[in-house]
């Protein structure tokens, strides 16, 4: 071999059949392909150099590697075969990373041999790390995730070198492949116009030809514009993921841009941009300030404009909160150890001795003054805005605003302790300071401003948790009295048990002192005060008290307060450390809490939060800034301005009314009517579940907590008075932990395998319950919804029992009402028989299995066993069986012939008589799979609508995407298809007194989303 031979390209395949069949075919027909006259003049060579491919260029070589890296380094290109047998040879992954040594990742140029995308593909070229610039100019290195565009020899190489084959060449000639098919197609249609000229009769056949190549390459073209547009719309689902919404938004607009092709990839991916399917006043991170040198501290500017932090080098930046453009970036010297805003526009900094005030917009050092005994120290402008007091360890000195000193106030000698921090008094009056002795002992002492007087308040205390003063000129203390710590052989951790102590002072006077004892030792803690009285708010407890200390009301939450975010005197507005945000009224202490955060507050670890407005939230989390934002009321009505205090247990709708069972009421809210909700009180202590809404009246199902007995209550839709009640025969069959067990409904709900135990022994198909008869266990209780009779249906078990030790077993009623499925406990366990209820015929499935193994589908009962899903006919018949290789199922149905499964790697699988035709990916939460509560789905004529707890995903069903269409992470209700819409839920708390409220909104359209997201991007500018 000449070494220094130069080819077009190196062809790395896997030596098996298949492969070097299709290599050699490559091979040949690069090297005889004739490059269009035009390009060919363009590029300067009308025909490729030799490809190198090893058993035509090797000889037998005892060098044989350094022969394969010199051919690598003289060609232009690298072909790789892609198959499942590629990525098990390590001399053909070392040749792809050898070639990366020397030329650019897009030389890289892949051939479908066999096997299926993206598993074929070798990690290196779906993996790889890129140094980008972003929009404030820095580089930072990212990883980029995205899948090789291929050319697909896995048919016949005739329609392969037809349609494949230029795309090969476009890539190697550095043309586009539009470009040299065009081309090509010229240079075919001269040639075919001599040949009309002198033989007529062909011209019909050639006409027809032109034609079809005219529609495969249009049809190509808008592949490729789709194959374009998929990948920018994973790379805008990366963006998000890396919290880049800036990007990610430039991404999902690109996707859409021009002629491309809107597919559901692209819309779903820019509606997740946009936010525009997430539930009012719930928060998605957007945007993270993402920095070599971690960020120790930050403030936000008084009007929300601007976000001042220190890195861990103690330079101070500035970021600008609308465009996310850094402004300024400045040091002040070695140790910042405070900063906050002064004046509009001005930064007070504590660095080394010196105070500093900076126009934060330009770095530019306005005034500096240097204090007196020490370097470290903490500065803070009064309320009034009129003086800046800059304490060190051993004195308070004051200048004005424009840093002309004004006051010293040094500590008196006999006070054998230092300052660690101050306040200011509402009134500007006195200035409160944090005292430590050398015995790590702490307490309070005040300075009058007036007289430059000092007292200390406050006997020294083992920890002062929080200090300030409330609004009436009372200085509040809280403090850790008696901290002791103990700990064990077992426990690595120290436990500290305190007598926890609020003082408040007038500031001179002890007024009222308040003692309680807690557990474990506070975080943090607030004092709060109101019209008269004062809340004080540590840990999970709430407390309220008059002005003289006495307790008014002491609530409990269910975590720990992470941050109170605003206060008055009728409620607390608080974030909890699970990621929960709501209020908490003072006069009774109602409490109502929605998700807000993707992960735990306490996860997040913060050193400090604060909420910049009612849409934003800025978290300090690992060194980095993570900027929340709520999502958009933007088309969002309301239906009726009476709320509600809980979250929905349950529901049913109709397309006229929507029935919301809560934790005490029943709400019947006219959807799209100008009337007001109506409003049912149960009575405590038993369970209830909406069942349907008919014509004229809705039912419910009622099991009394006394008696354990079943009935109907029957509701007028027009007055909400109650029309009957109807006792059923069944008890002690029905209760499970206190509520009623789910699926009431199959045919509205797809079987949920992995998590839920057991089936309900209660089913509800086409207005009528089925239920069994306590008394005997051979019947069946039919109730109607709408007539209100009672029938009953005699079971031939054949000795089986449908009701054990007071169990009932499950029943399935075919939506024809024509099968019914029902578990039964027999000498060798428990099986499954199918009742025909119109001739009595009793069937028995051939497999036992335990109860939630079974579902039935239409037409048809499925079995989950053994990694499998069996299939039967109504007379036990096997008719297809699927396995699910490494993945289990977690749900299923069937719609058209076509079977739904979701499955717990988070894809939905749809099969068509036992084979796959699609998987699309799910953003259903992992947790979604645990719950007790089984999908719920709606076939529209285009989509599945596919619910889970209060999320929900939509499936396009003529899609061949990936994607869910769209997806709503939280409070959804469900979807009218009547008036398409959907309804959700949602936590509003500038609505006073109305807790939750229903709401709808209309799905977005391309043209609504691809408006919005420009918007959104102005917003950035």
């Known amino acids: 071999m000449n070494q220094d031979r130069h080819y077009s390209a190196f062809i790395s395949y896997r030596h098996n059949p298949r492969d070097i069949e299709v290599a050699k075919h490559i091979q040949q027909k690069l090297e005889r392909f004739k490059i269009p006259a035009q390009i060919a003049q363009e590029c300067g060579y009308s025909k490729f150099d030799p490809l190198f491919r090893d058993q035509e260029e090797l000889e037998i070589t005892p060098d044989l590697a350094a022969r394969i890296n010199q051919a690598l380094d003289n060609s232009d290109y690298l072909i790789v075969i892609c198959s499942p047998y590629y990525n098990e040879s390590k001399w053909c992954l070392l040749e792809i990373e050898n070639f990366l040594k020397n030329h650019d990742r897009d030389h890289v140029l892949c051939v479908l041999s066999q096997g299926e995308p993206p598993e074929i593909f070798p990690e290196t070229l779906c993996h790889y790390k890129k140094t980008v610039t972003d929009k404030t100019g820095k580089k930072k290195t990212v990883t980029v995730n995205s899948e090789p565009l291929a050319c697909d020899y896995r048919g016949s190489f005739k329609d392969a070198d037809r349609i494949e084959l230029p795309r090969l060449a476009s890539a190697m000639i550095g043309c586009s492949y539009d470009e040299l098919v065009m081309r090509q197609e010229k240079y075919r249609r001269k040639k075919l116009t001599a040949i009309l000229a002198s033989a007529f009769a062909a011209a019909a056949i050639i006409i027809s030809y032109l034609l079809y190549s005219n529609a495969v390459i249009t049809r190509n073209y808008r592949q490729s514009l789709i194959n374009e547009s998929r990948l920018l719309s994973r790379e805008t689902l990366n963006q998000l993921d890396e919290a880049d919404r800036y990007s990610a938004l430039n991404s999902a607009l690109k996707a859409l841009e021009g002629d491309r092709p809107q597919t559901d990839d692209a819309i779903y991916a820019l509606s997740k941009a ?75 900094a504590y660095v080394d001795g010196t105070l500093y005030c900076v126009d934060y917009l330009s770095g530019e050092t306005l005034w500096d003054i240097g204090m007196k005994y020490q370097q470290i120290g903490v500065s803070h402008m009064s309320r009034s805005g009129e003086y800046v007091a800059t304490a060190d360890s051993f004195a308070v000195q004051v200048t004005d605003d424009e840093g002309v000193p004004f006051l010293s106030m040094p500590m008196p000698d006999e006070v054998d302790a230092y300052m660690r921090d101050f306040c200011w008094s509402m009134d500007d009056k006195y200035i409160a300071v944090r005292l430590r002795d050398f015995n790590t002992e702490y307490s309070i002492g005040v300075f009058d401003f007036d007289t430059s007087e000092f007292k200390q308040v406050s006997e020294p205390q083992s920890e002062i948790i929080s200090y300030g003063f409330l609004e009436d000129g009372r200085l509040y203390v809280l403090s850790d009295n008696n901290a002791s710590v103990s700990s064990n052989d077992t426990d690595s951790f120290n436990r500290y048990e305190g007598h926890y102590v609020l003082s408040l002072y007038d500031p001179w006077d002890l007024l009222v002192q308040i003692e309680f004892s807690q557990d474990s030792i506070f975080e943090k803690g607030f004092v709060l005060d109101g019209e008269g009285a004062f809340t004080l708010v540590f840990g999970d407890r709430i407390r309220t008290y008059d002005d003289q200390g006495n307790l008014l009301h002491d609530y409990s939450l269910q975590d720990d307060v992470y941050e109170v975010l605003y206060h008055n005197g009728d409620f607390l507005y608080l974030a909890l450390n699970n990621g929960y945000r709501g209020m908490v009224w003072l ?51 309301t239906l009726s301005a009476e709320g509600f205090y809980y979250a929905p247990e349950s529901f049913v709708s109709s397309d006229e009314y929507m029935l919301l069972k809560t934790e005490d009421e029943l709400l019947l809210y ?264 089984p999908f719920r789905f709606k076939f529209t004529k285009d989509c ?61 359209d391309a043209s609504s989303l691809i408006e919005m997201g420009q918007k959104e991007l102005e917003h950035y500018k």
Request: charge should be negative; proline fraction near 4%; hydrophobic fraction near 30%.
């Open 274 to 348: 946009v936010n525009a399917y997430q539930t009012p006043y719930q928060y998605t991170e957007s945007w993270m300030v993402d920095v070599s040198a971690d960020i120790q501290d930050f403030i936000i500017s008084k009007d929300g404009k601007h976000i001042i932090y220190k890195d861990s080098v103690s330079l101070l930046h500035t970021i600008s909160m609308p465009s996310h453009e850094e402004k300024t970036s400045f040091s002040l010297g070695k140790n910042v150890y405070s900063f906050e805003e002064g004046k509009p526009g001005q930064l007070l």
């Open 670 to 933: 006219p959807l799209f009517g100008p009337e007001k909700a109506k409003r049912i009180e149960l009575e405590p202590g038993h369970a209830y579940r909406p069942l349907e809404i008919l014509d004229h009246h809705f039912c419910v199902l009622k099991i009394d907590a006394k008696t354990a007995g079943l009935s109907v209550l029957t509701y007028s839709v027009e007055n909400g008075e109650m029309i009957n009640e109807k006792d059923l025969p069944a008890e002690d069959l029905y209760i499970r932990n206190g509520f009623l067990s789910y699926p009431l409904n199959m045919a509205e709900s797809m079987y949920l395998a992995s998590a839920y135990e057991d089936l309900s022994p209660i089913c509800l198909v086409n207005h009528r319950l089925y239920l069994h008869d306590t008394s005997n266990s051979e019947t069946i209780v039919v109730f109607d919804l709408k007539t209100s009779d009672i029938s009953q249906i005699k079971l031939e078990t054949g000795g089986a029992k449908l009701l054990v030790n007071g169990e009932a077993s499950t029943i399935l009623v075919s939506d024809d009402e024509k099968t019914l499925l029902s578990f039964c406990d027999q000498d060798y366990g428990t099986n499954a028989i199918l009742f025909d209820l119109e001739n009595g015929e009793t069937t028995p499935l051939p497999e036992p299995a335990s109860k939630k193994m079974y579902a039935q589908i239409g037409d048809s009962i499925a079995y989950i066993g053994q990694g499998c899903l069996n299939v039967y006919d109504r007379k036990g018949n096997p008719l297809y069986q699927i396995g699910f290789e490494s993945f289990d199922t977690v749900a299923f149905s069937s719609h058209n012939k076509r079977l739904y499964c979701v499955c717990d790697d988070h894809t939905l699988r749809i099969y068509e008589d036992g084979s796959l035709v699609r998987s699309a990916r799910l953003s259903f939460d992992s947790n979604a799979y645990t719950s007790t509560i």
């Open 944 to 1004: 599945l609508y596919l619910y889970n707890d209060d999320r929900m995903e939509v499936i396009h069903l003529d899609s061949d995407s990936s994607m869910p269409l769209y997806y709503i992470g939280d409070s959804v209700l469900e979807y009218n298809e009547k008036e398409d819409s959907i309804f959700v839920y949602a936590y509003d708390p500038s609505r006073k007194g109305d807790d939750y409220y229903l709401g709808y909104y209309k799905p977005y």
């Open 587 to 637: 006069n009774d202490g109602h409490a109502s809490f929605s998700r807000c955060f993707p992960e735990n507050n306490e996860s997040i670890q913060a050193t400090g939060s604060v909420l910049l407005s009612s849409t934003s939230y800025v978290l300090l989390k690992d060194g980095n800034l993570r900027i929340y934002e709520s999502s958009y009321d933007r088309h969002l009505q």
